[in-house]
T-cell receptor, first 114, second 113 residues
Framework: DVKVTQSSRYLVKRTGEKVFLECVQD?????MFWYRQDPGLGLRLIYFSYDVKMKEKGDIPEGYSVSREKKERFSLILESASTNQTSMYLC?????????????FGPGTRLTVL | GDSVTQMEGPVTLSEEAFLTINCTYTATGYPSLFWYVQYPGEGLQLLLK?????DKGSNKGFEATYRKETTSFHLEKGSVQVSDSAVYFC????????????FGQGTRLTINP
């Protein structure tokens, strides 16, 4: 069965802390994505990756960076967390062939920055 | 750029009522269209999709038809159940490269017994 896991369901951090959100997929997918979900705004793409060590900015990359050292793992990094980064963060992955336009989502990490 | 607009929620219906959630899109090319559903406390799941004009996607009693002339992809279900209570997202993919998704703002649906 398709599976995307995220390292934490809930996370509380303080302003200025460095925050790591981890995502792992077991489907050998080439593409991985990080979104943030806010009420009334839907999901907005932060960064995505189409291969190991490759990354592309999405619509709202400011204040975030990413790392993809292995195919199955995609990390989102908040270099210095701020209160406006309090949100739900969702990771997704998709294949380059077959059902290539279907993204599979993890359960999400609800991050609170105090 | 590409965009998706959904009808605003929240939507509250009684069990067995007919459901329509409107979705319209703006895109320069020929996008694929999707409906995703998010149940409480979970991530998003693909509900249905359509990849070209006049295609109908269907799943779990839900349907949506890709209408190029009206740039719409409205979600319908003939008789909703309490278990359909969730947030529904309309989305499009431009079909390029990694096929990023552009989402609407989501519509929260509550079904009362």
């Amino acid at each position: 069965d398709v599976k995307v896991t995220q390292s934490s369901r809930y996370l509380v951090k303080r302003t200025g802390e460095k925050v790591f959100l981890e995502c792992v997929q077991d489907m050998d997918h080439e593409n991985m994505f990080w979104y943030r979900q806010d009420p009334g705004l839907g999901l907005r793409l932060i960064y995505f990756s189409y291969d190991v060590k490759m990354k592309e900015k999405g619509d709202i990359p400011e204040g975030y960076s990413v790392s993809r050292e292995k195919k199955e793992r995609f990390s989102l990094i908040l270099e210095s967390a701020s209160t406006n980064q309090t949100s739900m963060y969702l990771c997704a992955s998709s294949a380059d062939r077959g059902t290539r336009n279907t993204q599979y989502f993890g359960p999400g990490t609800r991050l609170t920055v105090l | 750029g590409d965009s998706v607009t959904q009808m605003e929620g929240p939507v509250t219906l009684s069990e067995e009522a007919f459901l329509t959630i409107n979705c319209t899109y703006t895109a320069t090319g020929y996008p694929s269209l999707f409906w995703y559903v998010q149940y409480p406390g979970e991530g998003l799941q693909l509900l249905l999709k359509a990849t070209k004009a006049d295609d109908k996607g269907s799943n779990k009693g839900f349907e949506a038809t890709y209408r190029k002339e009206t740039t719409s992809f409205h979600l319908e279900k003939g008789s909703v159940q309490v278990s359909d209570s969730a947030v529904y997202f309309c989305a499009l993919s431009d079909g390029q490269g990694a096929q990023k998704l552009v989402f609407g703002q989501g519509t929260r649906l509550t079904i009362n017994p």
